[in-house]
């Protein structure tokens, strides 16, 4: 079956979806980027992911290109055209293609929107869920507007790549203070021995996780205890629990901590609740 992306306003086999050279985002990461989860055909937290790429968007300066409406129409033509039931969806939009300067290009220059879509076997998470995951602990090397998604992912690259070098599935990035920031492409969370769910609140050193407001608003309404702040290692490492949040992710419980175990070294009780109150019945 042939894959399809969109470019600018085009279904394009994959293989034939191109954009320029001079396109801004390939020059300068001058873009943005949003992901949904697919599951059973629907975008999962679908008008939070919106409403975080307008933000991006409107931080940056760039001009949305299509509508809101027109882009969800887009998106389900792109599903369905790839037969997309469970999977994801990623969409980027630069500041457009122009002749190389750093300042913004001239006025009528176009943004470029590029969106793809495929199919995800969800077993494999499920898999690294019921396991839990190992994470790397490392320094924060990144900018201080984090809170906007730019593909400007070099310092997550590197954090991702030395995790998997270390046989870490994420690793957990730390602030000059000791904190913990938030992982390479997902956000960190504990529970304390006291059972409160603790997560750095959504200042300008992370990303403010779609994933992890839904899960906020989840554990506020059963009435669990949460503190917006941030914990260091030495916290993470005392803690009953630990988990990461995202998009394609979910909720997936950390057992391991550099080389020390979290709890007992089995996935917690309350991320595995939490969890399956994010994902519903299957
Ligand atoms: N990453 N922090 C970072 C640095 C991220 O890249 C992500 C998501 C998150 C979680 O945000 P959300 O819950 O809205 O997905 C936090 C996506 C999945 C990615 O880059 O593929």
Redesign the pocket.
Known sequence: MSRYSYVNGRFLPHRDAHISIDDRGFLFGDAIYE?WSVRKGELLDADG?FG?LQRSLGELRIAMPVTIPALKLVIRELLRRNRVRDGLVYLQISRGAARRDHAFPPAGTLPTLVMTAKRVDFTAADARADQGIGVLSLPDQRWAR?DIKTVNLLP?VLAKQAAREAGAFEAWQVDEAGKVT??????AWIVTADGVLVTRPADNA??H????ATILRIAREAGLGVEERGFTLAEAHAAREAFI????TFVTPVVRIDDKPVGNGAPGSLATQLRQAYLGPN
């Open positions: 992901v992911h975080r984090c997550n938030e992982g390479a492409s997902s956000n992370i990303l996780g779609i994933t992890r949040t995202s998009a394609t």
